[in-house]
């Protein structure tokens, strides 16, 4: 899956009332075409906030998906202590999977390799 930010509207009722159920799936899918990191768990955030832009992002088979909520997580790092973080994590209910991970925009935000 490719997921880039483009403007757009949001979506109509028909195509929210058409998603897909959600899997429940613990792993993060790392993507390195991805330009954001994406997931459909409200739960998965550390903090939120609802998003007031009308970006949508494209994915591979060419859909625009409707982002809801933006901010941040963190995932423990093993074996050290620290947390490594998720910023800009896009909320967007409509996707199967639950939490894909931008793997160039992860290793600047956190500086690593």
């Given amino acids: 899956m490719h997921a880039h930010l483009l ?3 949001a ?7 058409g998603a897909p159920s ?10 390195s075409g991805a330009t954001h990191h994406i997931t459909n768990s409200p739960s998965f955030y550390s903090d939120k906030q609802i998003y007031e832009g009308s970006n949508t992002v494209k994915i591979g088979n060419g859909k625009d998906l409707y982002i809801s ?4 997580a963190s995932i423990p790092s093993y074996p ?4 490594l973080c998720l910023n800009d994590l896009l909320l967007m209910l409509e996707i199967t ?8 925009k992860f290793s600047r935000d956190n500086n690593v390799f």
């Fill in 11 to 17: 979506p109509s009722e028909a195509s929210i009332l």
């Fill in 22 to 31: 959600t899997i429940d799936d613990p792993l993060l899918y790392s993507n």
């Fill in 7 to 9: 403007h757009g509207s």
């Fill in 69 to 72: 909520h933006i901010g941040y």
């Fill in 97 to 104: 999977k639950k939490k894909f991970l931008g793997v160039s």
């Fill in 80 to 83: 050290t202590d620290t947390s």
